[in-house]
């Protein structure tokens, strides 16, 4: 059994050379616009020390965004984790009933990568809902139990669907020497080889990784070449895009028609009501054109559309 931690940017000036852990679990994106400032210096300190890796991302279907997108987001963010880190789903927003929504992620996120992602829950929804179609998928589990949460293992997590869990977070109160405040503790219960399986892929008999460059690319990077003309016009390009037809040309008459607009770029002091006051618009409209999945958080030198 290996023992690790899950952080994100809100751990920043966290010594992981000072920490006792096997395995770092970094937060890497939210919703489908968001990347984590820390992610990637986290990520390869973690790795320079040979600890095993993971990513998450924060799923935002409240925001109604699709899990598609979300999974396209996640995908082009970590490009450069594929196949040396678990990938994993963070299901703790919204409707979290909405089982189909996180199956569609982790389906698109497996297709494209060739990698079977992980999701994460707390214990409750994974008892309370019927995740069969996940589990039966083999999409492996992460449960957050905490019992009274004083640091320690208590109970482990009973769940139904999965013969067995993968991790157990068991507290979001742990302490280590490095970090002088509290931190969530993980185990995993396998070795690091069977680590490595996680985060690497194996075959499946129900799906396999596409060969077909068309099906490995992102919306954008989809939406950019045609729009540089690589697939032709009218019948040309449909036949081009395949399946992917529909919603790479929903995004090409986005990048279009949002060209015409009017962008700010964010300074030191700014929020989403001040610059919404300054352009005459709301924050609920600054939120939908620029897919910010925290209105709290934005950042000087951020690019934002505000009319």
């Not at 970094?26 to 020390?49: P, R, S, V």
Request: with cysteine; proline share 4%.
């Amino acid at each position: 059994m290996l023992k690790g931690i899950d952080i994100s940017h809100h751990q920043k000036g966290i010594d992981l050379g000072a920490i006792d852990t096997d395995f770092v679990i970094c937060k890497a994106t939210e919703g489908n616009g968001y990347t984590d400032e820390m992610c990637d210096t986290f990520y390869q300190k973690a790795k320079a020390l040979g600890k095993k890796l993971g990513v998450y991302h924060f799923a935002r279907p409240d925001l109604g965004n699709t899990a598609e997108a979300e999974a396209d987001w996640f995908i082009k963010e970590t490009l450069g984790y594929h196949k040396e880190a678990m990938l994993i789903l963070d299901w703790e927003s919204g409707d979290l009933s909405n089982i189909a929504w996180a199956k569609a992620w982790l389906d698109r996120v497996y297709q494209r990568t060739g990698v079977k992602p992980l999701i994460y829950m707390s214990e409750s929804p994974a008892k309370s809902y019927d995740w069969s179609s996940v589990a039966n998928a083999d999409y492996g589990v992460w449960v957050a139990k905490y019992g009274v949460n004083n640091g320690e293992p208590n109970t482990p997590p009973s769940i139904n669907y999965w013969s067995f869990i993968a991790l157990w977070q068991y507290t979001s109160k742990g302490r280590l020497r490095g970090y002088g405040s509290d931190l969530d503790l993980n185990y995993f219960y396998g070795d690091g080889t069977a680590w490595d399986k996680y985060a690497g892929g194996s075959p499946s008999t129900s799906q396999s990784t596409p060969t077909n460059p068309i099906e490995t690319k992102s919306i954008d990077e989809l939406a950019q070449e045609v729009i540089a003309g690589k697939y032709g016009n009218g019948e040309d390009r449909r036949n081009a895009l395949g399946s992917r037809y529909d919603e790479v040309q929903a995004r090409v008459n986005e990048i279009l028609g949002v060209n015409q607009a009017t962008y700010y770029t964010v300074i030191s002091g700014d929020n989403l009501t001040k610059i919404a006051n300054k352009y005459g618009t709301t924050v609920n409209q600054l939120v939908s054109w620029n897919n910010i999945a925290n209105p709290n958080l934005i950042y000087p030198g951020q690019k934002l559309r505000v009319k």
